[in-house]
């Protein structure tokens, strides 16, 4: 008889999250008001899975990143990535582990410093880490980038010189130089135009099927999710209010907000072109 199959860990686990803002004292003497933004959140991401979050604007999607990233604190609950509590760590400890998550922003131009060449950019996670090698780093950041289809001498330029595409792909070569287990993409393609957006999403897949890289993609857009994630969760007013594979959320969508979503999106269905490879997408951005 086989011995039985040890359970398998999660990668990211968010158990009963809530968060609450203090907003500033309307008066001198008055009591500070807060405002409650997210509610019992609770999901996991196994290795390997990604998992989408939709929601409409101010729903709390890019508080809940901030928490898992740890850059805040939620008020109640617990994240916890390969079984290890971000809140409950000593910073030190907490800076190590960074080097397993990292973030990619919305903005691809206000995300990178201007005044940086591209190697220092890139590397930034490796020097925050400690790594002081100006060889390696070099050797890595130029791995980096053309893992992301850019070229090697693009380490020497500054951030003016690229394409929005082309700073998204920076911006994902960045998070990956640490190899991290889980990259939180906060509206990683809202601010490209459609077809970059399909270039963008297509090097987010080859490198999860790849490198093994889970992601955690937040968009007001359920055709993104549908492009990447096996998982989706819809956000409303703080809350899951539905979740499920994107196929079935899209299908047969049950709560109102979900419905309204889906009925607003015409293009779930006609599908998104796919597959260019990285060499011809270094022509096409
Ligand atoms: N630092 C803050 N202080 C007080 N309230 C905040 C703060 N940051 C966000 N909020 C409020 O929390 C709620 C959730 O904001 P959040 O930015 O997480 O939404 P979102 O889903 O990312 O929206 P969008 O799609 O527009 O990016 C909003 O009502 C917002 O006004
Ligand atoms: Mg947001």
Do not use: N
């Amino acid at each position: 008889m086989s011995a039985p199959t040890p359970p398998r860990a999660t990668l990211l686990d968010v158990q009963h999250v809530s968060h609450r803002y203090r907003l500033p004292r309307p008066g001198l003497l008055a009591p500070r008001p807060s405002v409650k933004v997210l509610h019992d959140i609770c999901f996991s991401i196994w290795p390997g899975q990604s998992v989408g979050i939709v929601g409409e604007s101010g729903a709390g999607k890019s508080t809940l990143a901030r928490l898992i990233m740890a850059l805040e604190t939620p008020t109640s609950g617990r994240v916890r990535l390969l079984g290890r509590d971000l809140h409950a760590m000593p910073a030190a400890q907490l800076r190590l582990a960074r080097a397993d998550f990292q973030m990619v922003f919305q903005d691809p131009y206000s995300s990178l410093d201007p005044r940086q060449r591209i190697w220092r950019i890139v590397t930034e996670p490796l020097r925050a880490l400690g790594q002081r090698d100006h060889a390696l780093l070099q050797h890595k950041a130029a791995e980096m980038l053309e893992r992301v289809g850019l070229q090697a001498r693009d380490l020497q330029r500054y951030p003016h010189e690229f394409s929005g595409g082309q700073r998204q792909r920076i911006a994902i070569a960045r998070a990956l130089i640490t190899r991290p287990r889980l990259i939180v993409a906060d509206e990683p393609v809202s601010a490209l135009d459609v077809t970059i957006q399909t270039q963008v999403l297509d090097l987010m897949l080859e490198l999860k099927q790849t490198v093994g890289v889970s992601f955690l993609l937040i968009s007001h857009d359920v055709a993104v999710i549908h492009h990447l994630c096996e998982e989706l969760l819809v956000m409303h007013r703080g809350r899951i209010v539905e979740r499920g594979s994107p196929a079935q959320v899209v299908q047969a969508p049950r709560h109102p907000y979900t419905k309204a979503l889906i009925a607003a999106m015409p293009r779930i269905g006609q599908g998104r072109r796919h597959a260019t490879t990285a060499e011809h997408d270094d022509d096409l951005i």
